[in-house]
RNA sequence: GGAGAGAUGGCUGAGUGGCCGAAAGCAACGGUUUGCUAAACCGUCGUACUGGUAAUAACCGGUACCGAGGGUUCGAAUCCCUCUCUCUCCGCCA
């Protein structure tokens, strides 16, 4: 959410901003509202200032034993009057928080403006693309003849989009959660969160999926709540409506199912691994100093590739250019795969600063050294996610034979296990 | 699921219709004292919105907030209703 502030005090700033993301929202329309509801607060304060006195002027003549009845009588009017004023600013109110709540994010002024995703910029690229003297499968055949998993099964109790992970691919599954996890906690010094699957509408709110997402997450009829799409919605809601005490900055990580309805995106992309309904996710969270924010961002985006580096795999980092980023995010990396059997790059990793964008929403303070309340920046990566990773695992590590060999660093995960092979007939 | 108790400021905890944004203690912060530490003493010490002077710093004023929402009343932390959550006991259960 913007800061109302902001709006209103800088409307040129905000559009020029929300033109760079395409974004149709109408500032005059906050402004409009904005202005009738700051009458309308000036002049119920002004009454229930008046009533307040007399109320207590009221008690004063009582208690000398005065006859009250006619002022009590009129003083009465003005709480009626009173009650229609509040209601009146109640719709006002409401009926901005809608139009503030759809707004998305200003981007950065280092984010690059453009349109969808050919306008990201690639930052650098590590590893280099393996090469093979034989025809590369992609994961899907490599998969099936190593029997990690059991597509049709899967589509046959839940619908397609739904994996199922079998044998040495549960286990692979399992090994690389463990793996990235005892990295984040353990090297990187972020806090182990295991957090609820499913949250209210408010959280949901609290961090931007709700409104605009609805109809991309699954929801549970007969409760207000919702399976979450990504741990970040637990974690950063973990401090929803605190001030924080703790010293800053605040960092987690998480493993979580995720499930996303993926409305919209059938045929596209959709084989095997590569976009499904639920998979699982380990991610990192922050909750920072609002002047350390950009630095921060750089470090989650570091130990994130940590990951990808100490399991040998190629990757790029690319900036999303301001039409391509998400609704609250002020600025974006995304982290992709190279894929050989898919032939192109798969996206593991999102790392997002979104200033105080979710703070806002949320209401997630902290004191600052001066003692104020102010806003905390939140970030967020994933640190990775799980199916599109395997991808990039299987389709690397594959050989002639339809074996595939290991990283070592997963090795110990496995219990020695160094490659997947068939089983025997 | 049944019965009961409760929800007040960072924490503990008073407050049962006007003098309560809220006692007291603890913690925190600033200061005095001190060779250092401790102690003692003095002071400060919630949040949001909003009006004014003014630079979005500071100051002065107003309103709202005592789990959430509604009601009674001239006036509600205090009375009534609904909901949520917590605790205790019983039942059920991975």
């Known amino acids: 959410m913007l800061d109302i502030k902001l709006i209103r005090e800088d409307p040129d700033r905000v559009r020029a901003g929300l033109k760079t993301r395409h974004s149709p929202v109408d500032v005059s329309a906050v402004l409009e509202l904005d202005e009738r509801r700051r009458a309308a607060i000036t002049e119920g304060d002004r009454l229930k200032a008046l009533r307040n006195e007399i109320s207590k002027k009221i008690g004063a003549l009582k208690k000398a034993g005065e006859d ?14 009173i009650s229609a004023l509040d209601a009146q600013l109640r719709e006002i109110e409401e009926a901005q928080r809608q139009l503030v709540l759809a707004i998305p994010n200003l981007p950065h002024e280092s984010v690059p403006s453009g349109d969808d995703a ?10 280099r693309k393996q090469t093979f003297d034989f025809e590369p499968k992609d994961h899907v055949a490599l998969g099936e003849a190593l029997g990690l998993f059991d597509f049709e099964r899967a589509a046959r109790m839940s619908g397609a989009g739904f994996p199922l992970f079998k044998g040495p691919g549960a286990r692979l599954e399992r090994a690389l959660i463990q793996f990235m996890l005892d ?18 509408t408010a959280t949901m709110t609290g961090t931007g999926q709700l409104p605009k997402m ?72 922050k909750f920072v100093p609002p002047g350390t924010s950009y630095d921060e961002l750089e470090k989650l985006v ?38 050989p059997g898919f032939n192109g790059w798969l996206e593991v990793s999102s790392c997002s600063n979104f200033e105080a964008f979710q703070a806002r929403r949320a209401g997630i303070r ?20 799980l199916p599109r ?8 590590g594959q050989q002639p034979d339809g074996s595939v060999v290991l990283p070592e660093a997963l090795r110990p995960y496995l219990g020695g296990l160094e490659r997947l092979e068939p089983p025997p007939k």
């Open 68 to 81: 009250t009845t006619e002022i009590q009588r009129q003083t009465r009017e003005m709480g009626e009057q």
């Open 118 to 127: 050919l306008d990201n910029v690639v930052v650098r690229e590590w590893g």
């Open 183 to 200: 990295l984040h906690a353990t090297r990187h010094g972020y806090v182990e969160i295991s957090p609820p699957f499913l949250v209210t």
């Open 214 to 285: 609805a109809d991309d997450m699954y929801r549970v009829p007969g409760d207000d709540l919702w399976l979450i799409p990504t741990a970040e919605v637990p974690v950063t809601n973990l401090y929803r409506e605190e001030i924080i005490r703790e010293p800053l900055p605040l960092k987690f990580v998480a493993h979580t199912p995720c499930f996303r309805r993926e409305a919209g995106s059938a045929g596209k992309e959709t084989r095997g691994l590569i976009r499904v309904h639920q998979f699982d996710k380990v991610e990192l969270v």
């Open 302 to 339: 570091a130990d994130a590739t940590a990951v990808l580096e100490a399991l040998g795999l190629t990757y790029r980092v690319l900036q999303l250019c301001s039409g391509d980023m998400s609704f609250a995010a002020a600025k974006c990396y995304d982290l992709e795969l190279w894929a």
């Open 366 to 385: 902290w004191k600052n050294p001066e003692g104020k309340t102010e806003f905390v920046h939140t970030l967020n990566g994933s640190g990775v996610a």
């Open 389 to 396: 990773l395997v991808v990039a695992l299987l389709e690397n």
